[in-house]
């Protein structure tokens, strides 16, 4: 009897430990928004990775200004060519707006698509000093709510992309 009563004051010290362990790890859940536009995200952008949830760089949402910053990472694939790329991240880039501008409480959208620096067996090239080399950013776009209202995206020529938004464009090495 002894026995048992120990087993279970042990196992009850033992669940009691783990909750304060488990309650000391800060989970903050996905707003809908962000749960929203991180689909998006990975929906677009995805499929050039392992993991689709690797293409959410970063998705941040200021409540109080209402603008939100997406960095967006994607690879090109050594059969493609540049301006295949080119036209598909653009798409992707419009598909993505297009979801961001259903969503009426971000009034300000700063949109980077990054593009890591590899070496041609996949590792992250370096820089003369032997550190890692940042992201490419390929795509760097701001946008207001009153431009996102503007842009009818069903009929978005990616091209014009770059006349409703604060944009530029740094090319890759091919």
């Not at 749960?35 to 998705?59: C, K, P, W, Y």
């Not at 949402?61 to 910053?69: A, L, N």
Request: proline residues 3%; contains cysteine; negative net charge.
């Amino acid at each position: 009897m002894k026995k048992i009563i120990a087993l279970c004051v042990l196992t009850l010290l033992i669940s009691g430990c783990s909750d304060e362990v488990n309650s000391e790890e800060p989970t903050q859940p996905l707003s809908e928004l962000d749960q929203s536009i991180s689909n998006s995200i990975m929906e677009n952008f995805g499929h050039r990775h392992e993991f689709t949830e690797d293409a959410v760089e970063l998705l941040e949402f200021d409540e109080t200004t209402g603008k939100m910053e997406v960095i967006a990472l994607t690879y090109i694939f050594e059969d493609e060519s540049y301006a295949d790329f080119k036209a598909e991240i653009l798409a992707s880039c419009a598909s993505v707006l297009q979801d961001i501008k259903r969503q009426s409480e971000v009034t300000e959208v700063d949109f980077i698509v990054a593009v890591p620096v590899l070496d041609e067996d996949g590792n992250q090239m370096k820089n003369l000093e032997g550190k890692p080399m940042d992201n490419m950013t390929i795509f760097n776009m701001e946008f207001e709510r009153k431009n996102l209202k503007n842009i009818n995206f069903n009929e978005l020529d990616p091209l014009k992309l770059k006349e409703k938004a604060n944009f530029y464009f740094e090319a890759l090495h091919e």
